[in-house]
Nanobody, 125 residues
Framework: QVQVAESGGGLVQAGGSLRLSCTASTISPYHFDDYAMGWFRQAPGKEREGVASIGSNGTTRYADSVKGRFTISRAKNTLYLRMNSLKPEDTGMYYC??????????????????WGQGTQVTVSS
């Protein structure tokens, strides 16, 4: 029903900013706006964790560790994650995910059925 692909990762110094993008391709009659979208990340040796999500009704959720620093948004067929005041512990592979419906979004990995390949974010100290 949907394919997603991330971009925008890279190497940045602590305190810096990055914006990740996720382009979604849907198959008619499904529309991007009908999907809840999320950003997840996985650091080396750790489990994947939910970072931020935005529901099909626009409701946003954030992990406590990124509140006030990260902003999730969506426009047309693209999902964004603006990351400010980056810390070394934000380093990891960042994944975009989608699920049909889920008006309020979710930070639970198990709730999402469609995943991208990931984009690497590295924050140096």
């Amino acid at each position: 029903q949907v394919q997603v692909a991330e971009s925008g990762g890279g190497l940045v110094q602590a305190g810096g900013s990055l914006r990740l993008s996720c382009t979604a391709s849907t198959i008619s009659p499904y529309h991007f706006d009908d999907y809840a979208m999320g950003w997840f990340r996985q650091a080396p040796g750790k489990e994947r964790e939910g970072v931020a999500s935005i529901g099909s009704n626009g409701t946003t959720r954030y992990a406590d560790s990124v509140k006030g620093r990260f902003t999730i948004s969506r426009a047309k067929n693209t999902l964004y994650l603006r990351m400010n005041s980056l810390k070394p512990e934000d380093t990891g592979m960042y994944y975009c995910a989608a699920i049909y419906g889920y008006c309020s979004g979710s930070l639970r990995e198990i709730d999402f059925g469609y995943w991208g390949q990931g984009t690497q974010v590295t924050v140096s100290s």
